[in-house]
């Protein structure tokens, strides 16, 4: 059974920093792009950041440009979302999503979700 289990949210003060993990069963991570996306109350899902399968090329949203940051551990069969620099608007539900053989923003079409993590920016 192919699953993406997200955990590390929490609350957190404005200017602290989350690390989001994105762990993998059932499938090797290697052969998918993996997106971070999230949805607060009352807005649509946004699609935060990606990372490919092929050349590891990532994307980044303007909103978290400059303060997140995409990993992957292929050995722990894990991507890894860097959030610093946090600010209450990035409170949200985070979701990560696998692509298979996808490439960022070009063929990447999500077949496979996590459960979402709540991530509270709030002092």
């Known amino acids: 059974q192919l699953q993406l289990v997200e955990s590390g949210g929490g609350l957190v003060q404005p200017g602290g920093s989350l690390r989001l993990s994105c762990a993998a069963s059932g499938f090797t991570l290697d052969y998918y792009a993996i997106g971070w996306f999230r949805q607060a109350p009352g807005k649509e899902r946004e699609k935060i950041s990606c990372?490919?399968?092929?050349?590891?090329?990532?994307y980044y949203a303007d909103s978290v440009k400059g303060r997140f940051t995409i990993s992957r551990d292929n050995a722990k069969n894990t991507l890894y979302l860097h959030m610093n620099s946090l600010k209450p608007e990035d409170t949200a539900v985070y979701y990560c999503?696998?692509?298979?053989?996808?490439?960022?923003?070009?063929?990447?079409?999500?077949?496979?979700w996590g459960q979402g993590t709540q991530v509270t920016v709030s002092s």
């Open positions: 990372i490919s399968s092929s050349d590891g090329s990532t």
């Open positions: 999503a696998a692509a298979y053989l996808g490439y960022c923003n070009v063929y990447d079409t999500y077949a496979y």
